[in-house]
């Protein structure tokens, strides 16, 4: 059955006993935002924004804002909870062809631009850039590793591991749409940004439905909490 933010509305305020406030908190503000994502169906640009945000509100915390370590752990505690395998089946199924070809485009790999951004500086902006751990200036080869590490994610069914190169992938895509580096509604990222959209809103119900069958876990603290007292 194809659950809908209504379902998942209707069961946060059927079991809403059953959360301590931080989870209820983060679930309501997850599916207000998929719901504002459902709505914008037409518009890929709009739609991968609001998704990635009822994702951000998912997953979000004190805990995954540490960096790359955090956010693995939480997608490994996904792929563990999902008895079904929803996220297996999308990532090898649903959209194997647009996840190869996502993996593989050097726009959506951050590196890339940096060594654009490198390359157009002055020299001492290139200068103290390339101090920086692992120089922006070889791109190319870190780009070939990253896609044989993400086709032997693929080969060993290593779904955690794909699941976050995904998202790392669709990160990039999200910091150049939200900052202003993409043309709304431009042909020339057109395919990056539908399967963006596509992929976050087959994953938010899997995400969202874990959660709620699942209210006792330790999902760590909200990164912003509700504030009921007036500051000064």
């Not at 790359?68 to 996904?78: A, K, S, V, Y």
């Not at 896609?147 to 080969?155: K, T």
């Not at 809103?201 to 007292?229: Q, R, S």
Request: hydrophobic letters at 40%; one cysteine or more; glycine letters at 8%.
């Amino acid at each position: 059955m194809t659950m809908t933010p209504d379902d998942l509305h209707q069961r946060l305020r059927e079991q809403r006993d059953l959360f301590n406030e931080a989870h209820s908190t983060r679930l309501h503000r997850a599916i207000s935002w998929w719901r504002a994502a459902k709505e914008q169906d037409g518009n890929a640009d709009l739609q991968f924004i609001t998704a990635w945000i009822a994702l951000s509100a998912c997953s979000v915390t004190d805990e995954s804002q540490a960096g790359e370590d955090g956010l693995l752990r939480l997608i490994e505690r996904f792929v563990a909870l999902d008895k079904e395998q929803a996220i297996y089946n999308m990532l090898w199924h649903q959209y194997s062809g647009p996840v190869k070809a996502l993996l593989k485009n050097q726009f959506v790999y951050g590196p890339f631009w940096d060594a654009q951004r490198l390359n157009s500086g002055g020299g001492e902006y290139r200068e103290g850039r390339e101090h920086r751990q692992g120089s922006v200036s070889d791109w190319k080869a870190r780009f070939e590793r990253s896609s044989v590490e993400a086709l032997n994610c693929l080969s060993r069914k290593k779904v955690p591991e794909l699941l976050a190169l995904t998202l790392e992938r669709l990160g990039v895509l999200k910091a150049q749409v939200i900052g202003g580096g993409a043309t709304f509604n431009s042909r020339v990222n057109r395919e990056q940004v539908e399967t963006g959209a596509g992929l976050l809103m087959t994953l938010l119900p899997v995400v969202l439905n874990i959660m709620l069958e699942h209210p006792h876990d330790d999902w760590g603290e909200l990164a912003f909490p509700v504030v009921t007292d007036q500051i000064l």
